[in-house]
């Protein structure tokens, strides 16, 4: 059954706590990505890691916001320190652009994160 | 500055009758586009796509039309069934994909009985 799974689902927490998502990529897929979806953004491109390397966070705020992924299997979004506006749903979509033109990204059922 | 619009943030259609979703685009560099599905709870998933050398690709009720002069495109669902209720999203791409994809706000299809 191959699919993107994310941990924790949901996550409450407080201004100015650390906050870790993880993401499990399809095994054999080597591009990894994280969106975050907002009701006045849409689903906006945080990051993007093709074969573990980072290529693209510039959707990301830097001063709180990191992105790694430590092996093949496993992506990490950190937020530290949280802030409400950072609240929405956060998902991970992992592809094979392995030289195949038009493929499209899977996503995994997203984390909800409150920051109150 | 939303490079790809989907301007109705909600479509309400009858059961049986067809459901247009409509998408407008400002990047030429455009070449791939993709219709994702997402139901409450859940992460989108794929529905169809059209290469930019296409002006349509179809699959079984769903059809996407591609206007590129006008930069828009389309989704067409016929017959519309209450499972189709969704959030709709339009994405774009430029050389495939790889470098992840820009999305619209999304469209609310309810499809009514």
């Known amino acids: 059954d191959a699919r993107v799974t994310q941990t924790p689902r949901h996550k409450v927490t407080e201004m100015g706590q650390e906050v870790t998502m993880r993401c499990q990529p399809i095994?054999?897929?080597?591009?990894v990505f994280w969106y975050r979806q907002t009701m006045m953004q849409g689903l906006e491109l945080l990051a993007y890691?093709?074969?573990?390397?980072?290529?693209?966070d510039s959707g990301m705020p830097k001063d709180r916001f990191s992105a790694e992924m430590p092996d093949a299997t496993l992506a990490t979004l950190k937020i530290q320190p949280s802030e409400p506006r950072d609240s929405a749903v956060y998902f991970c979509a992992s592809g094979s652009p392995t030289g195949v033109l038009n493929t499209e990204a899977f996503f995994g059922q997203g984390t909800r994160l409150t920051v109150v | 500055d939303q490079q790809v619009k989907q301007n109705s943030p909600s479509l309400s259609v009858q059961e049986g009758r067809i459901s247009i979703l409509n998408c407008d685009y400002t990047?030429?560099?455009?070449?791939?586009f993709l219709w994702y599905k997402k139901y409450p709870a859940e992460g989108p998933t794929f529905l169809i796509s059209?290469?930019?050398?296409?002006d349509k690709n179809e699959d079984g009720r769903f059809t996407v039309f591609l206007n590129k002069s006008a930069k828009h495109l389309s989704l067409h669902i016929v017959p519309s069934q209450p499972g189709d209720s969704a959030v709709y999203f339009c994405?774009?791409?430029?050389?495939?994909?790889?470098?992840?994809?820009?999305f619209g706000k999304g469209t609310h299809l309810i499809i009514q009985p």
């Open positions: 994405a774009a791409s430029i050389g495939g994909g790889a470098d992840g994809l820009t």
């Open positions: 990047n030429s560099m455009f070449d791939y």
């Open positions: 059209i290469s930019s050398i296409k």
């Open positions: 890691f093709r074969n573990r390397a980072p290529l693209d």
């Open positions: 095994l054999g897929h080597n591009t």
